[in-house]
């Protein structure tokens, strides 16, 4: 297979470009006001920290667990965004990377992240389960 011609119109490609930069903007944003939301209890709680020990450790676990787990699904989804861009720059935005069949517009408009195909998604999510 020749490299074949990108998908996208040029105004197809600006449109999901800034799409895609918004989105990866709001996800930083998020990831830094989780990381001072974490922080700033934090540094309050080092002086006298030997008293009330118990509670505060485990407030603070669930924190950092709660923290942890939104920072990584929002991380996920920037990268996410970053590779779609970086598809978008290299010309492959838009194609299935699996069957390398274009991706229809109405489903990249719904799902701008979308790597694949309904059908090479479904097959993916199939296998993943079993
Ligand atoms: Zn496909």
Redesign the pocket.
């Known amino acids: 297979m020749a490299s074949s011609p990108p998908v996208l119109t040029p105004e197809e490609a600006d449109h999901f470009r800034e799409r895609l930069g918004q989105e990866a903007t709001r996800l930083r944003g998020m990831l830094t006001s989780l990381e001072r939301g974490l922080d700033s209890p934090d540094q309050d709680a080092n002086e006298d920290r030997s008293a009330a020990m118990d509670e505060d450790a485990a407030a603070e676990l669930t924190a950092q667990e709660q923290y942890g787990s939104q920072a990584r699904d929002i991380a996920h989804s920037l990268q996410m965004v970053e590779r779609a861009l970086e598809r978008l720059e290299a010309g492959t935005y838009g194609r ?6 274009a ?1 229809p517009m109405a489903r990249l408009e719904f799902l701008p992240t979308a790597e ?6 479904g ?1 993916r999510e199939t296998s993943h389960r079993r």
């Open positions: 299935c990377s699996d069957c390398g069949q991706i694949r195909c309904v059908a090479c998604e097959r």
